[in-house]
Protein backbone atom coordinates (compact mmCIF):
# COMPACT_ATOMS: atom_id res chain seq x y z
CA UNK A 1 0.00 0.00 0.00
CA UNK A 2 0.98 3.59 -0.57
CA UNK A 3 -0.23 6.82 1.27
CA UNK A 4 0.54 10.29 -0.10
CA UNK A 5 -0.83 12.64 2.85
CA UNK A 6 -0.88 16.39 2.08
CA UNK A 7 -0.72 19.17 4.98
CA UNK A 8 -0.85 22.97 5.70
CA UNK A 9 -3.54 23.99 4.02
CA UNK A 10 -5.92 26.47 5.89
CA UNK A 11 -7.39 29.75 5.32
CA UNK A 12 -4.86 32.76 5.00
CA UNK A 13 -5.81 36.81 4.04
CA UNK A 14 -4.59 37.93 0.47
CA UNK A 15 -1.29 38.72 0.17
CA UNK A 16 -0.63 35.98 3.04
CA UNK A 17 1.64 33.04 2.53
CA UNK A 18 1.32 29.18 2.81
CA UNK A 19 3.29 26.12 2.57
CA UNK A 20 1.82 22.61 1.83
CA UNK A 21 3.70 19.56 2.36
CA UNK A 22 2.97 16.27 0.75
CA UNK A 23 4.89 13.22 1.56
CA UNK A 24 4.78 9.57 0.28
CA UNK A 25 5.09 6.88 2.44
CA UNK A 26 4.89 2.54 2.04
CA UNK A 27 5.21 0.80 -0.99
CA UNK A 28 6.66 3.19 -3.70
CA UNK A 29 9.58 2.69 -5.42
CA UNK A 30 11.39 4.47 -8.17
CA UNK A 31 10.05 7.95 -7.99
CA UNK A 32 9.99 10.12 -10.06
CA UNK A 33 7.98 13.89 -10.73
CA UNK A 34 6.02 14.72 -7.84
CA UNK A 35 4.02 17.68 -8.00
CA UNK A 36 0.54 19.61 -7.14
CA UNK A 37 -2.86 20.22 -9.26
CA UNK A 38 -5.51 22.22 -8.20
CA UNK A 39 -9.25 22.00 -8.45
CA UNK A 40 -11.51 25.43 -7.77
CA UNK A 41 -15.31 25.14 -7.68
CA UNK A 42 -17.06 24.56 -10.70
CA UNK A 43 -13.83 24.08 -12.46
CA UNK A 44 -11.32 21.50 -13.92
CA UNK A 45 -8.88 20.17 -12.26
CA UNK A 46 -5.11 22.05 -13.28
CA UNK A 47 -1.63 21.63 -12.68
CA UNK A 48 0.04 24.13 -10.64
CA UNK A 49 3.61 22.98 -10.21
CA UNK A 50 5.51 19.82 -10.56
CA UNK A 51 9.43 18.50 -10.24
CA UNK A 52 11.26 16.40 -11.41
CA UNK A 53 13.72 14.14 -9.18
CA UNK A 54 16.81 15.56 -11.06
CA UNK A 55 14.84 19.24 -10.01
CA UNK A 56 13.76 20.73 -12.69
CA UNK A 57 10.59 22.41 -12.44
CA UNK A 58 7.36 23.81 -14.12
CA UNK A 59 4.78 26.42 -12.87
CA UNK A 60 1.37 27.32 -14.30
CA UNK A 61 1.55 30.59 -15.49
CA UNK A 62 -0.59 32.14 -12.92
CA UNK A 63 1.12 31.17 -10.08
CA UNK A 64 4.99 31.82 -11.40
CA UNK A 65 6.78 33.98 -9.44
CA UNK A 66 4.69 33.85 -6.81
CA UNK A 67 4.55 29.47 -5.67
CA UNK A 68 7.60 27.61 -5.60
CA UNK A 69 7.99 23.92 -5.14
CA UNK A 70 10.49 21.97 -3.68
CA UNK A 71 11.35 18.26 -2.91
CA UNK A 72 13.52 16.23 -0.12
CA UNK A 73 14.28 12.78 -2.08
CA UNK A 74 15.60 11.61 1.46
CA UNK A 75 12.07 11.88 2.77
CA UNK A 76 9.58 11.31 -0.76
CA UNK A 77 8.31 14.83 0.03
CA UNK A 78 7.28 17.71 -2.31
CA UNK A 79 6.58 21.18 -1.04
CA UNK A 80 4.74 24.13 -2.18
CA UNK A 81 5.69 27.49 -0.64
CA UNK A 82 2.81 30.10 -1.66
CA UNK A 83 3.46 33.31 -1.28
CA UNK A 84 1.21 36.75 -2.31
CA UNK A 85 -1.81 34.75 -1.94
CA UNK A 86 -4.97 35.86 -4.58
CA UNK A 87 -8.59 34.74 -4.05
CA UNK A 88 -8.47 33.00 -7.21
CA UNK A 89 -5.98 30.58 -5.66
CA UNK A 90 -8.89 29.14 -3.77
CA UNK A 91 -9.30 25.51 -4.44
CA UNK A 92 -8.58 21.78 -3.44
CA UNK A 93 -4.83 21.19 -3.80
CA UNK A 94 -4.06 17.41 -4.76
CA UNK A 95 -0.44 16.28 -4.59
CA UNK A 96 0.73 13.26 -6.75
CA UNK A 97 3.92 11.22 -6.57
CA UNK A 98 4.96 8.73 -9.90
CA UNK A 99 6.41 6.23 -8.87
CA UNK A 100 5.92 1.89 -9.01
CA UNK A 101 4.76 -0.39 -6.45
CA UNK A 102 7.99 -2.34 -7.24
CA UNK A 103 11.16 -2.19 -8.95
CA UNK A 104 10.75 -3.10 -13.09
CA UNK A 105 6.98 -1.81 -12.71
CA UNK A 106 5.40 0.41 -14.97
CA UNK A 107 5.45 4.24 -13.32
CA UNK A 108 2.18 5.53 -12.28
CA UNK A 109 0.45 8.70 -10.40
CA UNK A 110 -0.22 8.16 -6.51
CA UNK A 111 -2.54 11.16 -5.49
CA UNK A 112 -2.98 12.39 -1.79
CA UNK A 113 -6.95 13.26 -0.51
CA UNK A 114 -6.40 16.83 -1.18
CA UNK A 115 -6.35 20.08 1.18
CA UNK A 116 -8.16 22.68 1.15
CA UNK A 117 -6.59 26.36 0.54
CA UNK A 118 -8.93 29.63 1.00
CA UNK A 119 -7.69 32.82 0.51
CA UNK A 120 -10.11 35.57 1.65
CA UNK A 121 -10.23 38.87 3.55
Known amino acids: QVQVVESGGGLVQPGGSLRLSCAASGSIFNINDMGWHRQAPGKERELVAAIARGGNSVYANSVKGRFTISRDNAKNTVYLQMNSLKPEDTAVYYC???????????????WGQGTQVTVSS
Open 96 to 110: YVMGAPAWGQPLRNY
